[in-house]
């Protein structure tokens, strides 16, 4: 599978950097989580005050930044896959089952995509907002479709790209 191609051309190179970026973020995210996890323990420990909410601001940032990593590891095959009943089968049959592979990954990922735009979009119409904060939850439900749409596109190109290796 051409994940790293050593001259990326069209929708692999845009995709590879949106994924880049994407996982950025994703990064600083969890690189935030740390600090308010880290900050958080410590005032509980040296000044028994701990920061007010920091569960909910890790539980909100965790699923933004899952949704972050997703279509990278999608892009770079990292994601968890059983090969154990093909890894001895040819390839043009192996390209043909990775492509359905990534087909009903795609379409998985397109279905969460939707439903997690509905959730959010019934959460902002409720005015639905975290217990100890109260910080509005369709924010971080708007803020895991980026990395679904990505993560649904990339596994849509993938499913492309073995058909074609399928048909060589």
């Known amino acids: 599978m051409p994940y790293l191609r050593a001259q990326e051309r069209g929708i ?3 995709l590879h950097r949106l994924c880049d970026v994407s996982a950025g973020i994703g990064c600083l995210l969890l690189l935030g989580m740390a600090g308010i996890t880290v900050t958080s ?10 920061i007010q909410g920091d569960v909910e601001l890790v539980q909100l940032g965790g699923a933004v930044c899952i949704a972050c990593f997703l279509p990278y590891t999608q892009f770079r095959g990292a994601n968890i896959i059983v090969d154990f009943f093909t890894q001895r089968t040819a390839a043009r049959p192996r390209a043909w089952l ?7 990954y795609a379409l998985v990922l397109a279905l969460v995509c939707w439903r997690v735009a509905a959730g959010g ?4 119409e409720n005015g639905e907002t975290s217990m100890l904060m109260s910080i509005p939850v369709w924010i971080p439900y ?18 492309v790209e073995h058909v074609i290796e399928a048909r060589a």
């Open 12 to 14: 692999a190179r845009v």
């Open 41 to 50: 323990v410590l005032g509980r420990a040296l000044f028994s005050s701990p």
């Open 98 to 104: 990775d492509g359905l592979g990534t087909l009903l």
């Open 121 to 124: 979009l019934a959460a902002r």
């Open 142 to 159: 708007f803020g895991m479709l980026p990395g679904l749409a990505l993560a649904a596109a990339v596994g849509a190109w993938q499913t």
